[in-house]
């Protein structure tokens, strides 16, 4: 990423057409214009030669040191760009170039502390994140990145840096709280969760009765820890922590979904369809919760199940859940005699699971 | 909300047992009886060999026809040491052959394998299932025993012995055998034979899979095969009609059989429990082909639509809709399937409906049956239980590789724990349901892996019951195809189904508090007979009327 964003920003010729300032000689300009020319036929090895002349003339020649900085940079020896940047940032120290410049080949080779005022200078919000990132202060790179995002929606690296950033940021926050509060139930919750993480279920769940029983109005606890037992298919205990969670939160649509979803995986589909149809109403069009609500609706609720499945295959389009769709369609509507309907829409279950596979195979 | 998914794909420690029976009192007594002296070989190697997991079956039959039920075991057979010096099976130790236990009037078992002539287990092969039918209808049950390499099919000569008759017969088949079963395809009155296969493979072709310690190759890493169907012609001869019947067309990785006619048109079709691709159902047209529907008929997939890794398969009514059901055995992190018969031709995935979510998902089931074991006219589920991989805790905590039996009541249709008699986790791998003690209490024998079989003894009650021996005339002897209706409870009368495995052939209805019995059979001849029973609590035989 940090040598894609440096290549970005190298110009192909930083001199050319300018005029000679006073500080340099007609000689060093001479040899600066040689090796513009020699940069442009792809001949760096000698273009540095040039470059380096030009400083060598004019000591205080700020283009030369621009320039053999830059020709470094192109031949990818970000370190030994550093200390003619170094120099034309001295000699002009209000240049976006060489503070770019200077930044990009810090940043390339590891000095993201040092690299950080230039970049800031430039705002060159992507890099910048990236060193702040490198530099543990994941606060400031999480706004330098998403003000990076701004500009570029969706760009895979930055999307990966902030993630990252959003990480490193969540887990000093954590650090924080277990140094700063270490006996508190957000401290039991916190450490609930990386023992879950690490697949250690029994001291998770010990970690998440301590978060309640000192706190026992905290939301979210009781959802989480319900998720512990959902995960090894414990759907009764699921069920009564979810519940719990319903009564704390009863305006909360993933709590009502998680609730629902227990009781469909026990069966209980009259249950698991109120419970889903009130998530539904809290927040309208989550396809996972049209889904749960279609399967638990399929034999009590043919008419409910169909709507909810239909509405999931508006919404959803080529995905797992929009195949999973059709399939639970086309047997609701095969139980109705729908006999074409039904294999038409098992046909789409299987282009679209099809199309996931190669897709599949092709990321693979 | 995409949250949600990922945090239910985290994996963690079982930290929590599935459900508890505590307290409750147990159906079986679990015991292993007198003389009944058999270890499942299977041999395990670090070369991790696919074959050495899958082993093996059980049959319960009353091969002398004394009225006890007798106990056939497959075993699995000696894997060549790691440094592959040999290239096939060896069976020739007595420790590798398979066993014909003759039960005794005490409830003992008498090993009678030589005597009977079955101690030739055929060197070079590697033991897996037994399927049990009277195939030329001699009133004597004949043994088809399917393995790695080369099948045997043993006549009854009804005298205690068996004779070898795979030559004559054209049943050897070849390649790697699984399941098998005889059924009535064409209503002849004749038992044909159907061999699931299970994949492409030899010692040679396998492979070691796992990235940080070798384990089992899953069934995908090597190609699918086609199943068999042999028709009986009548003269002790069977012709493979594989291909004209249309069976061979559908390639697989089947593992499990079980027949009944799910769409009432008189023939019996066929179930095959693949592992991890679509299930198979093919349809009986009636004209000798089959045409395989189960995708259409919603029967290959899980309501997800997922594939299951199926293993085993019942195919009876498990809510007395007069419908038969299907419950298929699988690996874990999803239920087990049930496809519930709709009518029609359609069957619709209802796994969680019928309680299922709270039975499995972190479990793996092979033998199954659909049994009434506590006679309130509900047919109830066992399944025996146990992981494909000996290794499988280190690649993941929350799985097991021995588990207890699954024993679950059932209560309108619904599925719901029970104590089976024993807390032991097994790899066990065969199931054969039948009544051992002729008390009317359904029984079950399993097998496990490296280990003596289990014997679940039914402790009994008061409810009633009524025992039904069916003797074809037109039909074939077993009356195996037969629709028995009684008290309005059904049964498709068949000894395949489970994994591996053969139950007994008798009929088995719980009838609680009634007293009396109408039955009402459906011949596969298509005769109709109906019988009104006065008494109960009884085994009645009942033989084929000779005119509709």
């Known amino acids: 990423m940090i040598t894609r964003l440096v290549t970005s920003f190298l110009f192909a010729s930083l001199l050319a057409g300018q005029q000679a300032p006073e500080s340099a000689s007609r000689e060093a300009i001479q040899h600066l214009q040689t090796g513009v020319e020699l940069e442009k036929r792809g001949d760096l090895d000698n273009a540095i030669k040039e470059f380096s002349d030009a400083t060598r003339i004019s000591p205080n020649y700020e283009m030369g040191f621009l320039n053999l900085g830059d020709a470094y940079m192109k031949k990818g020896e970000y370190g030994k760009a550093i200390a003619p940047l170094n120099k034309a940032a001295e000699l002009n120290p209000d240049s976006p170039t060489t503070q770019r410049l200077l930044g990009f080949a810090l940043l390339s080779q590891g000095y993201a502390a040092n690299a950080i005022p230039h970049l800031e200078r430039v705002r060159e919000y992507g890099a910048l994140g990236i060193a702040q990132m490198e530099s543990g202060k994941y606060s400031e790179a999480v706004a330098s990145l998403q003000a990076a995002l701004a500009k570029t929606p969706n760009d895979p690296d930055l999307l990966y840096y902030l993630a990252r950033a959003s990480e490193g940021l969540s887990s000093q926050s954590m650090d924080s709280l277990l140094s700063a509060f270490p006996g508190s139930a957000r401290a039991h919750q916190a450490m609930a969760q990386h023992y879950f993480s690490t697949k250690d279920t029994a001291k998770a769940e010990q970690e998440y009765e301590q978060a309640i029983r000192m706190r026992s109005d905290l939301p979210g606890v009781r959802l989480e820890l319900g998720e512990v037992y959902a995960s090894v298919s414990d759907w009764p205990k699921a069920e009564q922590l979810f519940r719990q969670e319903t009564q704390i939160q009863p305006g909360s649509a993933e709590a009502a979904f998680r609730l629902g979803d227990a009781l469909m995986k026990q069966g209980k589909m009259k249950e698991a369809v109120s419970e889903l149809l009130r998530s539904d109403e809290l927040h309208p069009d989550m396809p996972e919760t049209l889904y749960d609500l279609g399967k638990s609706a399929l034999n009590l609720q043919p008419p409910e199940a169909e709507r909810a499945l239909l509405r999931v295959t508006e919404l959803e389009k080529e995905t797992l859940l929009a195949s999973q769709a059709y399939q639970a369609l086309s047997v609701l509507h095969r139980k109705q005699g729908k006999t074409e309907l039904a294999s038409k829409e098992l046909q789409e279950f299987q282009r679209i699971q099809s199309l996931l596979q190669n897709n599949l195979a092709k990321s693979n | ?548």
Not at chain 2, 288 to 296: I, N, Q, S
Not at chain 2, 338 to 352: A, I, K, Y
């Open chain 2, 1 to 548: 909300m995409r949250a949600r998914v990922l945090l239910s794909c985290l994996g963690v420690s079982a930290l929590i047992t599935a459900g508890s029976t505590v307290g409750t009192d147990p159906v079986f007594r679990v015991y292993t009886p007198k003389g009944l002296d058999f270890v499942l070989q299977n041999s395990p190697t670090m070369k991790k060999y696919l074959i050495e997991t899958m082993p093996g079956g059980v049959a319960l039959l009353d091969y002398n026809r004394d009225g006890l039920l007798d106990i056939f075991l497959v075993n699995g057979g000696r894997v060549p040491s790691s440094n592959g010096k040999l290239d096939f099976f060896s069976r020739h130790e007595p420790s590798y052959w398979n066993r014909l236990y003759r039960q005794n009037p005490d409830g003992s078992f008498t090993d009678v394998t030589e005597k009977a002539g079955l101690s030739k287990a055929g060197d070079t092969n590697y033991g897996m299932g037994v399927a049990v039918g009277d195939y030329d209808n001699d009133g004597y049950p004949d043994l088809y025993v399917t393995n790695y390499g080369r099948n045997i099919l043993y006549h009854n000569n009804g005298d205690g012995t068996f004779t070898d008759v795979t030559e004559k017969a054209g049943v050897a088949a070849g390649g790697w055998s699984v399941s098998a079963g005889f059924f009535d395809y064409d209503n002849d009155g004749k038992l044909d034979l159907f061999v699931v296969r299970y994949l492409d493979w030899s010692m040679q072709k396998n492979k070691t899979c796992g990235t940080q310690m070798p384990t089992y190759c899953p069934p995908g890493e090597f190609p699918p095969v086609s199943n068999l169907l042999f028709h009986n012609r009548g003269d002790g001869t069977f012709e493979d009609v594989s291909v004209k019947s249309g069976i061979a067309v559908k390639k697989g990785h089947g593992l499990g059989v079980a027949f009944a006619d799910f769409d009432g048109d008189g023939f019996a079709d066929v179930f095959v429990a693949n592992d991890a691709i679509e299930q198979y159902l093919f349809h009986n047209n009636g004209d000798g082909t089959f045409r395989e529907v189960a995708l259409d008929s919603g029967a290959a997939l899980t309501v997800d639509g997922k594939k299951l890794s199926g293993m085993g398969v019942a195919f009876q009514d498990y809510d007395n809709d007069g419908k038969p059901d299907l419950v298929v055995t699988q690996l874990p992190h999803e239920p087990y399937g049930v496809f519930h018969n709709d009518g029609q031709g359609v069957f619709s995935e209802q796994g969680l409906e019928a309680g299922l979510g709270l039975l499995s998902g972190n479990v793996s089931g092979w033998g199954v049956g659909l049994e009434d074991f506590n006679n309130d006219g509900w047919k109830d589920l066992f399944i025996i239980q146990g992981h494909v991989f000996d290794n499988v805790e280190k690649y993941d905590s929350t799985i097991k590789y021995l588990e207890p039996p699954l024993l679950a009541l059932n209560h309108d249709g619904r599925f719901e724990r029970a104590n089976a008699g024993t807390d032991e986790a097994v790899a066990g791998r065969g199931a054969a349901f039948g009544d051992l003690n002729n008390d009317g209490w359904m029984d079950v024998v399993a097998t496990r892996l490296q280990g003596a079989p289990l014997v679940f003894m039914n402790r009994g009650g008061k409810a009633h019951w009524l025992g039904i021996v069916l003797e074809g005339t037109k039909s074939n002897r077993d009356g195996y195809g037969a629709r028995v209706e009684v008290n309005g409870q059904v049964r498709f009368a068949t000894a395949a189904g489970s994994y591996l495995s053969s139950s007994d052939p008798r009929l088995h209805f719980g009838l609680g508090a009634a007293t009396t019995a109408l039955i009402d059979i459906r011949w596969p001849s298509g005769i109709r007979q109906k019988v009104a029973a006065d008494k109960v609590d009884q085994y009645l035989v009942i033989k084929e009327k000779s005119a509709p």
